[in-house]
């Protein structure tokens, strides 16, 4: 139970890991994008 508790929140900390870093990357893909074309913003 310990070891599958264990695993689970492994999961779940690396799931939240690649949302956050998604989300990052998003973010700075919309500034690079903004600072490029500043007259408009960039729809995906």
Do not use: Q, W
């Amino acid at each position: 139970l310990v070891r599958f508790d264990r695993s689970g929140i492994r999961n779940a900390l690396v799931r939240f890991g690649k949302r956050m870093s998604d989300m990052y990357f998003l973010d700075a893909e919309n500034r690079r994008a903004t600072a490029l074309n500043p007259s408009g913003k960039v729809s995906f």
